[in-house]
């Protein structure tokens, strides 16, 4: 297997990097503390293709890999996971669902504003009492006079309160269990469609959550994203590519807690030396650095076989869960490392410390991404 990157792809992590170290990372605090979203970095990033990074040109899109797109996902969540998120739901969910499963009138109508960025997307899947078990949701949809009257609500909605275009499912008939959810596109303005609390979060504070709500809302029929009782089947194989950039945002905030840890071990001292030349702090960035690497890899081979059109759903989950869970490590050792430092917001690491752990929860905890792969070690083996 040839691990080295590209000339293109290396290309594109040079104009990923340039613009999240020189246009994010001086704002990244300032976002975090007023909650606002970055709505003026998120254009830009819709102006150099990253909000359409895996479709092609005739919607609009850049025609990238997942490689490219795992590897522009960690170099913005580098300097900000909030705006990594953004970049990884927007172009992953939402933009993803239409495109992969929705009629091409729908593609064409959707797509290319979405993918230009001329248009946020939200993707709704989790309601207040269904979040692991996806299949459990409330919300309902019912079909009348060439309409879907929609009636419910969901819950930690990334680009809930600023998208315009968002993908929701609902339950079309009860009594097929998880066979009778169907997706739909609805638009801000539909009659019945509003937006709920912003939710007040413990990390990626600028990301955008909202609850969305459903009365009596009309959606056109048209607005169906393939067949009644698809939309489950469809949100599971959104979720299989959603976790490899989810596994690309964790080694983003590993690796910039990696970065600063170095920084400040190689400048601060202690009893006369610095914290670098200490075993205890080397050992420290030995495990840290083998880690990220490891999560990296595993995450380029998730994306490399997702390009290559073969089964990823068990190598995303393994990128997934270990990316989320060493970079929650890596993390915690860069606050060790700064010690009280670390505590303070005056330090990148206190940050990134409480971006993480939206990783190990969102697109499937880790005990999910663990049932996924022991189920599929069971049939391998």
């Given at each position: 297997?040839?691990?080295?990157?590209?000339?293109?792809?290396?290309?594109?992590?040079?104009?990923?990097?340039?613009?999240?170290?020189?246009?994010?990372?001086?704002?990244?605090?300032?976002?975090?503390?007023?909650?606002?979203?970055?709505?003026?970095?998120?254009?830009?990033?819709?102006?150099?293709?990253?909000?359409?990074?895996?479709?092609?040109?005739?919607?609009?899109?850049?025609?990238?890999?997942?490689?490219?797109?795992?590897?522009?996902?960690?170099?913005?969540?580098?300097?900000?996971?909030?705006?990594?998120?953004?970049?990884?739901?927007?172009?992953?969910?939402?933009?993803n669902h239409i495109y992969?499963?929705?009629?091409?009138?729908?593609?064409?109508?959707?797509?290319?504003?979405?993918?230009?960025?001329?248009?946020?997307?939200?993707?709704?899947?989790?309601?207040?009492?269904?979040?692991?078990?996806?299949?459990?949701?409330?919300?309902?949809?019912?079909?009348?006079?060439?309409?879907?009257?929609?009636?419910?609500?969901?819950?930690?909605?990334?680009?809930?309160?600023?998208?315009?275009?968002?993908?929701?499912?609902?339950?079309?008939?009860?009594?097929?269990?998880?066979?009778?959810?169907?997706?739909?596109?609805?638009?801000?303005?539909?009659?019945?469609?509003?937006?709920?609390?912003?939710?007040?979060?413990?990390?990626?504070?600028?990301?955008?959550?909202?609850?969305?709500?459903?009365?009596?809302?009309?959606?056109?029929?048209?607005?169906?994203?393939?067949?009644?009782?698809?939309?489950?089947?469809?949100?599971?194989?959104?979720?299989?590519?959603?976790?490899?950039?989810?596994?690309?945002?964790?080694?983003?905030?590993?690796?910039?807690?990696?970065?600063?840890?170095?920084?400040?071990?190689?400048?601060?001292?202690?009893?006369?030396?610095?914290?670098?030349?200490?075993?205890?702090?080397?050992?420290?960035?030995?495990?840290?650095?083998?880690?990220?690497?490891?999560?990296?890899?595993?995450?380029?081979?998730?994306?490399?076989?997702?390009?290559?059109?073969?089964?990823?759903?068990?190598?995303?989950?393994?990128?997934?869960?270990?990316?989320?869970?060493?970079?929650?490590?890596?993390?915690?050792?860069?606050?060790?490392?700064?010690?009280?430092?670390?505590?303070?917001?005056?330090?990148?690491?206190?940050?990134?410390?409480?971006?993480?752990?939206?990783?190990?929860?969102?697109?499937?905890?880790?005990?999910?991404?663990?049932?996924?792969?022991?189920?599929?070690?069971?049939?391998?083996y």
């Open positions: 297997m040839d691990f080295n990157l590209s000339e293109e792809n290396l290309q594109i992590q040079k104009i990923a990097r340039d613009f999240a170290q020189n246009r994010i990372a001086p704002v990244a605090m300032e976002y975090d503390e007023s909650q606002e979203f970055p709505m003026d970095i998120v254009k830009e990033l819709g102006e150099i293709g990253f909000l359409g990074i895996l479709f092609p040109e005739e919607y609009e899109g850049s025609n990238l890999s997942t490689v490219d797109y795992v590897i522009i996902v960690e170099e913005i969540s580098k300097a900000d996971p909030s705006i990594g998120l953004t970049v990884a739901s927007h172009n992953g969910l939402c933009t992969m499963f929705g009629s091409d009138d729908l593609k064409k109508k959707y797509v290319p504003d979405l993918a230009s960025g001329r248009k946020l997307g939200a993707w709704g899947l989790t309601e207040n009492v269904s979040g692991s078990d996806a299949a459990g949701m409330q919300t309902t949809a019912v079909k009348e006079n060439g309409y879907y009257i929609l009636n419910g609500s969901k819950s930690f909605i990334t680009q809930g309160g600023v998208g315009q275009t968002a993908v929701i499912t609902a339950v079309t008939d009860k009594s097929k269990g998880s066979k009778g959810i169907s997706a739909f596109v609805l638009e801000k303005g539909f009659v019945g469609f509003s937006v709920g609390k912003k939710e007040n979060k413990l990390g990626m504070r600028s990301s955008d959550t909202c609850e969305l709500i459903f009365d009596n809302c009309k959606v056109p029929a048209e607005n169906l994203i393939g067949n009644e009782g698809d939309g489950y089947k469809q949100c599971m194989q959104i979720l299989d590519g959603g976790r490899i950039s989810i596994a690309a945002l964790a080694v983003g905030i590993a690796q910039a807690a990696f970065e600063h840890s170095v920084k400040y071990a190689k400048q601060r001292k202690q009893f006369g030396k610095t914290l670098s030349e200490f075993q205890a702090i080397q050992f420290k960035l030995a495990d840290m650095a083998t880690e990220i690497e490891a999560a990296r890899l595993l995450t380029y081979k998730a994306a490399k076989l997702k390009d290559e059109g073969k089964d990823f759903k068990f190598a995303a989950s393994m990128a997934k869960y270990y990316a989320s869970e060493i970079a929650t490590r890596a993390t915690n050792e860069a606050i060790q490392i700064h010690g009280g430092y670390g505590f303070i917001k005056d330090f990148p690491v206190e940050k990134l410390y409480r971006d993480v752990k939206l990783t190990t929860i969102g697109e499937g905890t880790s005990e999910v991404q663990k049932m996924i792969m022991a189920r599929q070690l069971v049939e391998m």
